[in-house]
């Protein structure tokens, strides 16, 4: 996955993350940890947005957002496996969700490069994403849909 591997510019991220949660009080930790995770991903949540209409056809994001064939995508990322309350997972997203799986960054990467290999016996047809970047812009979309924790 596409890292931004230099110290100086985490440290610059770090510092304008605290900065900004000190000149907003209200701004939760969990919130701020997926906003850097997200940027240390290096994805481009717009070109992500792009990426996404991929996924339109069985997922939903944003407000009002349902399940289709997939389950809603808002607050993915750092989420549990297979946790949407209400949807039907496959046997292998159940399997993943009993070990206490999480859709952190590196396995949403994975997944996206090719779904049937990260999770066995997946209903999903989708084939993946073979772009390193393409996966990181959709994950920095995905990350631009997490609810403030209150």
């Known amino acids: 996955m596409k890292l931004i591997t230099s110290a100086l ?3 610059f991220l770090l510092a ?3 900065a900004f949660a000190e000149s907003h009080e209200a701004a939760p930790e969990d919130v701020m940890a997926l906003t850097i995770e997200a940027a240390l991903a290096g994805g481009d949540a717009e070109a992500g947005a792009k990426v996404f209409k991929k996924c339109k056809a069985c997922h939903m994001i944003g407000d009002g957002a349902k399940s289709r064939t997939g389950p809603p995508l808002n607050n993915i990322v750092g989420a549990d496996i297979g946790a ?3 949807f039907k997972y496959s046997k292998g997203f159940v399997s ?3 070990e206490g799986a999480v859709w952190s960054i590196e396995n949403l990467d994975a997944f996206f490069l090719k779904p049937k290999d ?3 016996k997946t209903k999903m ?3 993946g994403l073979k772009k390193e970047e393409q996966r990181a812009d959709l994950i920095a979309y995905l990350a631009t849909f997490a609810a403030p924790a209150e």
């Open 125 to 127: 047809s989708f084939a």
């Open 9 to 11: 510019t985490g440290a």
């Open 118 to 120: 990260f999770v066995a």
């Open 96 to 98: 993943l969700s009993e």
């Open 84 to 86: 949407f309350e209400g």
């Open 16 to 18: 304008s993350t605290a």
